[in-house]
C-alpha cells in the first residue's frame, strides 16, 4: 500500500498540491475489507471486532505525506467521527447484499459488499463497483 500512496503523493507534488483528503479508516470502521463479512448471525461480535481493529489501527499516509511537504487529511480518522462511527453504526448498516459492478461498464450483480452506509451517502457511477485493494486498483500487482 505504501508504494502506492507515495507514486500517489509524488505526483500530487508534482502537480503544486500542499494538501490532500485520504479515505484512512473508511475501510476499518464500515466494513469494506471482505475478511469483516462474517458474523452474519452475531452482529455483537463483529462490532466488537470492528471496534478493537480501530482503536488499534495505525497508518503511514501522514509520514509518507510529509516526504513530499504534503499535508495528508482524514476525515475518517477525526475522532468525533470514529466516536459517531463505532457508536451510530453496526453490521448491518455497513454490510449486505447490493447490486455491484465488477466493472463500470459490466451489468450489476448481486453481491456481498462492505462500506454500505459510504456508498449511500456518496453514491456515484463507482460507489457500486467491487471492492480492490488498492495495488489492484492502481496497477501495481503483478
Given at each position: 500500500n505504501s508504494l502506492v500512496i507515495s507514486a500517489?503523493?509524488?505526483?500530487?507534488?508534482?502537480?503544486?498540491?500542499t494538501h490532500v483528503v485520504t479515505g484512512d479508516g473508511a475501510d476499518e470502521l464500515?466494513?469494506?475489507?471482505?475478511?469483516?463479512w462474517g458474523s452474519v448471525d452475531d452482529p455483537?461480535?463483529?462490532k466488537d471486532k470492528r471496534d478493537s481493529m480501530c482503536q488499534k489501527w495505525t497508518f503511514a499516509t501522514p509520514t509518507l505525506?510529509?516526504?513530499?511537504?504534503?499535508k495528508a487529511h482524514g476525515p475518517f480518522?477525526?475522532?468525533?467521527f470514529?466516536?459517531?462511527a463505532l457508536q451510530e453504526t453496526n453490521r448491518e448498516d455497513c454490510i449486505g447484499e447490493r447490486p455491484?459492478?465488477?466493472?463500470?461498464?459490466?451489468e450489476p450483480l448481486m453481491h456481498a459488499v462492505?462500506?454500505?452506509?459510504?456508498?449511500?451517502?456518496?453514491?456515484?457511477?463507482?460507489?457500486?463497483?467491487?471492492?480492490?485493494?488498492?495495488?489492484?486498483?492502481?496497477?501495481?500487482t503483478v
Amino acid at each position: 500500500n505504501s508504494l502506492v500512496i507515495s507514486a500517489a503523493f509524488q505526483e500530487a507534488q508534482r502537480l503544486g498540491m500542499t494538501h490532500v483528503v485520504t479515505g484512512d479508516g473508511a475501510d476499518e470502521l464500515f466494513g469494506g475489507y471482505s475478511f469483516m463479512w462474517g458474523s452474519v448471525d452475531d452482529p455483537a461480535k463483529w462490532k466488537d471486532k470492528r471496534d478493537s481493529m480501530c482503536q488499534k489501527w495505525t497508518f503511514a499516509t501522514p509520514t509518507l505525506a510529509s516526504f513530499y511537504n504534503i499535508k495528508a487529511h482524514g476525515p475518517f480518522m477525526e475522532d468525533d467521527f470514529v466516536k459517531w462511527a463505532l457508536q451510530e453504526t453496526n453490521r448491518e448498516d455497513c454490510i449486505g447484499e447490493r447490486p455491484i459492478k465488477l466493472t463500470l461498464e459490466s451489468e450489476p450483480l448481486m453481491h456481498a459488499v462492505g462500506k454500505v452506509v459510504l456508498r449511500e451517502a456518496f453514491e456515484t457511477c463507482a460507489s457500486w463497483r467491487r471492492k480492490d485493494p488498492i495495488e489492484v486498483g492502481s496497477g501495481a500487482t503483478v
